[in-house]
């Protein structure tokens, strides 16, 4: 009369090999999250060039919020010695206003930004913003620096 005792009737069939069971995994794949940032970092990058006029200023300073653009304004700029830029190009007073009509893809309708260093004479400035005016442009901005951003 003598009792068999298993260790767990049947536990041979019920236990499975470690390397069949799937277990999750705990690890972060980092490749996309690196992947979008380079991406990022380069469109930051191009679009920091494409912003900057390439005409160094210095710019006054006023208490006025950003603009949105939705567009690629032009970009008139007033330099110290009163030189005057449409971009980089440099432009005489005489020819503003040709040049002018001649950027205007859609028309005097587009915006203009003028850029005054504020060493500029005050005379310079009304010459060239009244030019722009009397090209029939009626979207004119004046660029300057936030309040206590600039030295």
Do not use: Y
Not at 10 to 31: C, D, L
Not at 73 to 86: C, D, E, K, L, Y
Not at 88 to 111: F, R
Not at 135 to 148: C, D, H, Q, R
């Amino acid at each position: 009369m003598g009792m068999q005792m298993h260790g767990g009737a049947g536990g041979s069939r019920r236990r499975r090999r470690a390397s069949s069971v799937h277990q999750p995994v705990s690890e972060i794949n980092v490749t996309p999250f690196v992947d979008v940032m380079l991406v990022l970092l380069i469109i930051f990058m191009v679009t920091a060039t494409v912003i900057v006029s390439g005409v160094p200023l210095d710019l006054p300073e006023s208490k006025g919020q950003s603009l949105n653009a939705e567009t690629q304004p032009i970009t008139v700029t007033v330099a110290q010695n009163g030189s005057i830029f449409i971009g980089d190009t440099p432009v005489s007073i005489g020819d503003l206003q040709s040049t002018l009509a001649a950027n205007a893809e859609t028309g005097t309708d587009k915006p203009i930004f003028v850029r005054g260093d504020r060493a500029a004479m005050h005379q310079n400035m009304m010459q060239v913003l009244g030019t722009i005016q009397s090209a029939g442009f009626t979207k004119i901005n004046l660029v300057s620096l936030p309040e206590g951003a600039g030295g």
